[in-house]
Nanobody, 122 residues
Framework: QVQLQESGPGLVKPSQTLSLTCTVS??????????WSWIRQPPGKGQEWMGA???????YYSPSLKSRTSISRDTSRNHFTLQLSSVTPEDTAVYYC??????????????WGQGTQVTVSA
């Protein structure tokens, strides 16, 4: 059974770059037909799909975040990472990684990590 676990700092200062890692166990991130996604949920708001990396390594980003977002992977460690630059307090959210079969908001039966709180504050 595939499991995902997010990790990274819980506090980031404004203007810095937020970096998170999603470590995958029980399955390979190079397995065909899956998209390895990042989603966030700010307090009091709905979920926002940020982007994904496909099994081939191709990357896809939300247009609203594309200029600040980078997703990469390390196949030897079976993990993928999110970098969000020039953060502001509006980037405060719970950040999730997920394995999905399509781009955009993950389908109901996607596999999710438990999420990690990131706060942007001086």
């Amino acid at each position: 059974q595939v499991q995902l676990q997010e990790s990274g700092p819980g506090l980031v200062k404004p203007s810095q770059t937020l970096s998170l890692t999603c470590t995958v166990s029980g399955g390979s991130i190079t397995t065909n037909f899956y998209y390895w996604s990042w989603i966030r949920q700010p307090p009091g708001k709905g979920q926002e799909w940020m982007g994904a990396i496909g099994s081939s390594g191709s990357t896809y980003y939300s247009p609203s975040l594309k200029s600040r977002t980078s997703i990469s992977r390390d196949t030897s460690r079976n993990h993928f990472t999110l970098q969000l630059s020039s953060v502001t307090p509006e980037d405060t959210a719970v950040y999730y990684c997920a394995r999905a079969q399509s781009l955009g908001p993950p389908e109901p039966d996607a596999t999710w990590g438990q999420g990690t709180q990131v706060t942007v504050s001086a």
